[in-house]
């Protein structure tokens, strides 16, 4: 399975942006799987910020983005989006998207789970 992020950029505070995650190589049916939003800051450990269960779309999200980030799914086309608002110097970090098909169903402890599949990440900077 790959996971290929899209779509960070340098942004001003208050801006938005949107990214992506497109899968390829699923080994299961994709209802099995939960995709996970993380973020890593320089000298700071790895966040989860949101993630969302490929069957139903539930989804959950950290305390420090709800409200302003909104998380979705395109199962057709394989894609995980992660709308952010509002964004705030400290959403600063380089963002992950992580799969895993090992959940029964969302709850906030897939914030703090392992995945097992991993993108590269793409860099978001919220800068004036």
């Known amino acids: 399975l790959q996971l290929v992020e899209s779509g960070g950029g340098l942004v001003q505070p208050g801006g938005s942006l949107r990214l992506s995650c497109v899968g390829s190589?699923?080994?299961?049916?994709?209802?099995?799987?939960?995709i996970g939003w993380f973020r890593q800051a320089p000298g700071k450990e790895r966040e989860g910020v949101s993630s969302?269960?490929?069957?139903?779309?539930?989804?959950v999200y950290a305390d420090s983005v709800k409200g302003r980030f909104t998380i979705s799914r395109d199962n057709a086309k394989k894609t995980v989006y992660l709308q952010m608002n509002n964004l705030k110097p400290e959403d600063t970090g380089v963002y992950f998207c992580?799969?895993?098909?090992?959940?029964?169903?969302?709850?906030?402890?897939?914030?703090?789970?392992?995945?097992?599949?991993w993108g590269q990440g793409t860099q978001v900077t919220v800068s004036s």
């Open positions: 992580a799969a895993d098909p090992s959940f029964d169903s969302i709850s906030m402890d897939a914030l703090t789970s392992s995945y097992d599949y």
């Open positions: 190589g699923f080994t299961s049916d994709l209802d099995y799987y939960v």
């Open positions: 969302i269960h490929l069957s139903d779309g539930g989804s």
